[in-house]
């Protein structure tokens, strides 16, 4: 009797793309991660090598699809930019994110605060910022060995992955670009292309209007100048007369 070998079924392994949780709780919680995540876009707008995505699963652990966290804000150093459904750090040469924002919200527990910092402690992060917009109070831990390290002083802080500096003012956090513009939020950065774009039209006007003014002198001056050459031919047709009447015109 043959015995037949039964082939080993492969179970697929789904890693699913959403919990069926909103982003955020709030209005003010998604305020903040659609500033910090778009700005960060175009900070790093111009290299293809940087990876930025907001609420987006990632999973480090191959096969284990429980093994998971949506950072509010990750940014991943290395990693071509793109779309993903998730980041399936297997397939993006093992390279997990070196920076995350969480914005705090009433509804955030202190055991699931706990249960991200181990995950991200454990999984490579490199800087991890938490800000909470109700109480205007922001946190960082760097990474250090196998832990995390508290930054003491925030205010001030540039962060060295990102090089963005954090500066608490008495009511709200700003953050500033190195080039030193600050993070604005949608409205903001609208308002300022609109400032902008007037500003442009005004001079474009104001260059359109001294162009208007010069082209009017330069006729002003060419038809003074026709006006010239017709005084002098007169002159020159009277002096032609006088010599014909026999008239010295040599000392006129």
């Not at 652990?61 to 071509?80: C, E, S, W, Y």
């Not at 999984?123 to 832990?147: F, R």
């Amino acid at each position: 009797m043959v015995q037949q070998v039964t082939p080993e079924t492969t179970i697929e392994v789904i890693y699913p793309e959403s919990d069926g949780q909103p982003m955020a709780d709030n209005t003010e919680q998604f305020a903040w991660i659609v500033k910090i995540k778009e700005n960060l876009e175009i900070l790093f707008a111009s290299p293809a090598d940087v990876f930025i995505a907001g609420d987006l699963f990632w999973y480090p652990v191959q096969g284990n699809p429980n093994i998971k966290q949506a950072p509010d804000t990750m940014v991943v150093f290395g990693r071509p930019k793109g779309k993903r459904s998730s980041y399936l750090q297997w397939n993006e040469d093992n390279i997990p994110p070196q920076v995350v924002f969480e914005i705090l919200s009433p509804g955030n527990t202190l055991k699931e605060m706990a249960k991200k910092l181990q995950f991200y402690q454990r999984y490579g992060v490199e800087e991890y910022y938490i800000y909470d917009p109700d109480k205007n109070d922001l946190n960082g831990l760097l990474s250090s060995g196998d832990s995390f390290e508290v930054i003491e002083e925030m205010n001030g802080w540039v962060s060295p992955r990102l090089g963005i500096r954090f500066q608490l003012t008495a009511d709200t956090l700003e953050i500033v670009s190195p080039t030193g513009q600050k993070f604005l939020s949608p409205l903001e950065i609208d308002q300022l292309r609109e400032q902008e774009r007037q500003r442009a039209e005004r001079e474009r006007q104001a260059k359109e209007a001294a162009l208007q003014e010069l082209e009017a002198a330069s006729q002003e001056k060419e038809a003074a100048l026709q006006e010239l050459e017709k005084e002098r031919d007169r002159y020159q047709e009277l002096l032609a007369k006088l010599k014909q009447k026999g008239i010295d015109t040599d000392n006129l």
